[in-house]
């Protein structure tokens, strides 16, 4: 962070800071809790006990005229954002004209009940009056610097004021600079001057780039780490990185939030989520409640886990006021609270993940009317009544016996719905299933009933089984794989595959399935090095006829080098026309003894240039990159990974990426 040009004013700053902190948790302020963090504190208390802010945006009518909201208000959030009142229209809707109503009455609630306030927002596309965006150059860039000196000096004295977006939403998705106003008219030093303009109005807040759509590592995400090293490298004051966190549950949840955060901290700003939303296609459901909630649950534990994460931001929490079904007219239902106050189960999910589940002890019910249907040779498809929760069912887990007595269930498999299709099962053979219910506490319900199944016995009345496999022999063997082959078995309809069964060691154990594979070979990876294992195949058919297990190869893979070994894969994550992210390359030590360093080669195709790199520090020499591991993630314990990521950019129309990834020590 860039030093602060008035050291008295931070410190004072710091200090009322210190003692909000300190208020928080020792002093009733209205209507919260005396005690610490207790099962059932609300939010803030929790939040503040693990030194993170919980917060809402504000939309001042309600925060004036309802007594409902503005009890929530106060109770439950220790930081608030203007949800509009601080934009440009707002605030300076013709030159010089200035409305601080709004502004100031979010902020003098905050300073009544001890929150922090986030700035919301200084230099936008949206939201910006026509006589800003009809400016000539130099015009622009002044008007620019008077609001940001006007809107950001009213507060910098103001010990509850304490951050702000400065730029918000510069990029398009595909990583370019948003074709904006700001950008046709001044380029890309908009956004540097808006920093430095915002740093001399107040030297001790906390500034921010904000974007939509870069909470996982994609293409947008990379332009924004890029920018925000690059802006750093020449001493513009960006301190902080807010990803604004509009969630639908329809599109899937961006699981490598917590990495990208990661990312962002490593370059040495606070991250925080700046305006969480979770929407669903209306109506709302069990199921879809129960979905969002998880989703805000993953994003209130991905901050926890992330030191530099500051804190999250709700965008509102009453479904009676928000932007959702204004923007997405069949979407809504997006926050915390219904529209009548209530309590939802996304409500638990932050509350649950704020206190680290201490509070979370109730089981989900218990999953019930198991049934089984579509039974095949091979197969059969499961389905039950879903089980509910307090805060949300995470999953079930699929239980299996042999047999229609006797024996002992075993997990064969999780699901997320209320169906499992269970597959590889054997022709004529009677197996018993049970499900049971999990919730992110890791609460597990009770197990369902019972239900047994008897696979047929083959469609066509197969019951002749595949010969067997022959020759068995191993060939490649390195520190941490090897190659299978065999002689292909026969059968009077038709092999359909194999299955690879091994055993540890030279003698001894018991042979247990590791893959399958549909011709006759198979490589097995992730061994361990200087260790012996043994191998069986054998064939099936459609049927479900298992053939007799072929002869028996011991292996022993190498040493994997002095202090061991190290394997390397690497994902395209998402490309496009012009470029792609690689990502995660995986790095794991496959030796017998930690490592304390690693060494990744690869080759770029011609014309194809790195343009970004995390976790990692990557050099080429003509189209040879090395990547050697960041000052973090050299030390890798015997089989632990880790990961790092790359942007390229390729010549338009070449669809190639990066190819011959491998990894030596040290
Ligand atoms: O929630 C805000 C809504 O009331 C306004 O009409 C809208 C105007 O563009 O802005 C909404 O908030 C946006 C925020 O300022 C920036 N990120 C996206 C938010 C949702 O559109």
New binding site residues.
Partial sequence: MTPPRVPVRRSRRRLVQLAVVALLSTFAVPVLSASPASASGPLRTHAAARGKFIGF?AATSPLANEAAYRTIAQTEFNQITA??VMKWDTTESSDNNWNFSGADQIVNFAVANNQQVHG??LVWH??TPGWVQGLGATAMRTAMQDHIATLVGRYANNASVVSWDVV??VFDENGGFRSSFWYNTLGQSFIADAFRYARAADPDARLCIND?NVEGINAKSTAMYNLVQSLRAQNVPVDCVGF?G?LATQYGFPSDLQQNMQRFAALGVQVRVT?LDVRIVMPRSTAKDTTQATYYSNVVNACMAVTACAGVTI?GFTDKYS?VPD?FPSEGAALLYDANYQQKPAYTAVHNALDNGTSDTQAPSTPSSLAASGITSSSVNLSWTASTDNVGVAGYDILRAPGTSGGSFAQVGTSTTASFSNTGLSANTSYRYQVRARDAAGNVSAVSNTVTVTTTGGGTGDTQAPSTPGNLAASGTTSSSTNLSWTASTDDVGVTGYDILRAPGTSGGSFAQVGTSTTASFSNTGLSANTSYRYQVRARDAAGNVSAVSNTVTVTTTGGGTGGGCSVTATVQTQWNGGYVMQPITVTNTGTSAISSWTVTFTLPPGHTLVGQWNGVITTSGQTATAKNAAYNGSLAPGASTTFGFQVARPSGDNSTASGFTCATP
Avoid: D, M, P, R
């Fill in positions: 945006a949800e509009n919301h927002t949206s939201q918000n939403e939509y604004q509009h305006e965008w932007w923007t």
